[in-house]
């Protein structure tokens, strides 16, 4: 520091002076001091702003999730491994896809030129495609090659496109462009796309595609489409402020576009088209409610508005008829909802994704045959950018165990082909199907099979010795599970039970009742059929255990693994054993012994908890020759952690055990 000294023999100079750098040093004290303030008010909306910005990514996922799908994914887990290949298939068919951006996007509304509506469609169709799915696939991988095409892609539309027209453009920005700006989530952190880069995508968004989807007027599903890209939007900018105005504006619309019954009245006037713009209006709504919940943590999924209205009363009442009660829906006897559904069929993307968020287990049998699960397609491209990879972006499916014994009532199906129902005589009474001549057939749809039955169970009369059932999967043509010539039963009310051994009836899966006859006329009168289901666990998959080996058998009836080296008080455990809220009385065993000495017991809790149920086992003839037997248990309900204990008087193992169901 430079001081400053000044002598003189004039006191009057010296008062002087000394008064004149006294207020000059005060002044400059109070500059410094504002100076000083203003840099801490700086500091402090820079902390305040650092504070507020969201993570990212978290549109449509967060890196949470990510991680622990990725996870999963390396350990080769299904469905996951097979959903993230079909998304790579995306991706690398991404990497060769060139902007199709032009400055002015018109879109013709479809009604009006349907044609001239999908080829301007499909200029951001494949871009936003690519886009989404190399954004995707850079956070899987970290090649950047990925991050740089949709980088690309992204620039490509932010440079070059000025302006959106035409009856259906602020639709189609809101419901394609969404897919861009997730994508620009993904890829946010990657140094390689520039600020300035970042900074003219959001720009472009914010002067020539954000005031199309806020000018929207409609309340139907158009503002459901504008909010699920506005909240994207400004999650991907950091807008807390507008982006709590569209959280307001989602919950003001839950309350006004849901009845009291859950249907959507702005979508009911459809006709035709009602069941899939009920879709179209619930998948944008509850994709926005992804993107909150992810943003901040706010959960609009069970959020019940003053009215009474949900998300959930809506998502519920379309389930009901997608999930088999199509014939029932009562804005038009023509819905065009197809029989046999995809991967890529509306709405199972949308009830993949909730089946997670709601832990609902009639969403996750809904769509566990059909997965790994996509967005609804048009064409080779999505044509809506909600819930494109629901399979592979959940982060836990759960496994749902068979039903134990299953009674299907035959008129319960969910369609059929020129058959007709009536009342039986049969015991029980109820409706039978009838007029089963020959290619009829009936179909219900998610039979829950668990992990297999061996036969099923048919109730039925026929005074006919020509007819012949079979039972199939996916179509009537599909694979056959089995078939039965029947037997006579005498007359048309006289009732029988056959068994049709079946392989192959496992799993949850739509299964077909086709009547075969050579002659004209009907096949039988059926009342009812059924089965019994069994969840499987293969003795070498437990939690931990003591004393006890693994090694291969030769079994027939299960190959694979087998569990050895069971001696006196060795045990293997099996956590998380779900027998159901109504038990099980009964587990049977798979195994072999030459001994006569050797007992089994379950317990739950330790090797010396509550027991269940124990067994003497007979002897088998040998080490290779394997025999079930049935263990009676009591209080095996709920879900347990199991123990398999093994007890013998003399030395040497018990028997080897390949597997036990219940």
Known sequence: MMRLTIRTNDARTNHDLTNHYGKRTSRLRRVQTAVCALLSLSMLLAFAAAASAYSHPASSVTSGELAAIKAKVSANQSPWKEAYDLMMVDANAGLSVTSHAVAVWNIPGYYADAAGHNAAKGLIEEDAKAAYATALAYQFTGNTAYADKAKELLNGWAYTNTSVTGTDGPLASAYLGVGLVQAADLIKGYSGWSTADQTQFKNWIASVWLPKWDGMSSRNNWWDWSLYAQLSYYQFTDDA??????????????????????????????????????????SPMTAAAEVVRNTTGEDLFNWVSPSGKSIKLAADKLFYYVNGHIGEWPYSSNTGFPAALNSNQYPLNMYEGLAEIYQNTDYEIYVTQYRPVEGVLNGVNYHHFAWVYPTLLRTDIPVIPGPGYAKIEAESYSGGYKISTAATVDEGGGLMVRSTDNNDYVYYTNLNMGTGTNAFQLRYATPNTDGTVEFRTDSPTGPLLGSLLLPSTGSWSTYATATIPVTGASGIKNVYMVFKKASSGSVADINWFSYTTYTTIEAESFSSQHGLSVSATADPEGGGNKLGSTDNGDYAVYNNVNFGSSGVSAIQVRYATPNTNATIEFRIGSPTGTLLG?????????????????????GATGVQNLYLVFSKPASGSVADVNWFRY
Do not use: C, M
Not at 615 to 626: E, F, S
């Open 241 to 282: 402020t507008a982006f709590a105005a569209e959280v307001a504006n989602l919950k003001t619309q839950i309350d006004t576009s849901i009845d009291a019954n859950g249907f959507l009245p702005e979508e009911a006037t459809r006709g035709t088209n009602s069941l899939w713009y009920h879709y179209f209006a619930l």
């Open 614 to 634: 124990s067994l003497l086992l007979p002897a088998t003839g040998g080490w290779g020759d394997y025999s079930t037997v049935s263990v009676p248990v009591t």
